[in-house]
């Protein structure tokens, strides 16, 4: 009867031992990693990697970084770096080196993309 005391206890230290690990685990599997590179004109200006819940957006890990002002889905401003409607300087995005065509509000993100803003002059 002693042995069989003792191996429950055991067993349940065991239990005690592994379950927050196991919980932890299962609550970072709900995260991502995602790499935002900020550029003006050809100039790195800013790199972070941000973590973030699964299917975050773009807009959100970026406001997570830095100070940001969007209008209607689109970035305006990225810490004090703001776009110039009269000289066509305007913020755009690309993720995983493609470009992007919906608002940075919609796009989706999944984990170890890599997010790169550019201020840069509109040649359209």
Do not use: C, R
Not at 19 to 28: G, R
Not at 75 to 98: A, F, L, P
């Amino acid at each position: 009867m002693k042995k069989i005391a003792a191996f429950l206890a055991s067993l349940l230290m065991l239990l005690g031992v592994f379950a927050p690990a196991t919980t932890a685990k299962a609550s970072t599997t709900n995260n991502i990693k995602v790499t935002y590179t900020l550029k003006k004109n050809k100039k790195q200006i800013a790199k972070k990697t941000i973590t973030l819940k699964k299917n975050a957006t773009v807009t959100q890990g970026l406001k997570k970084g830095w100070k940001v002002n969007d209008k209607k889905g689109f970035i305006t401003e990225i810490d004090g770096h703001k776009q110039n409607d009269k000289k066509k300087i305007y913020w755009t995005y690309t993720v995983n080196k493609k470009q992007v065509n919906v608002s940075a509000d919609k796009k989706k993100l999944k984990n170890n993309d890599k997010v790169e803003f550019k201020l840069s002059k509109y040649n359209g």
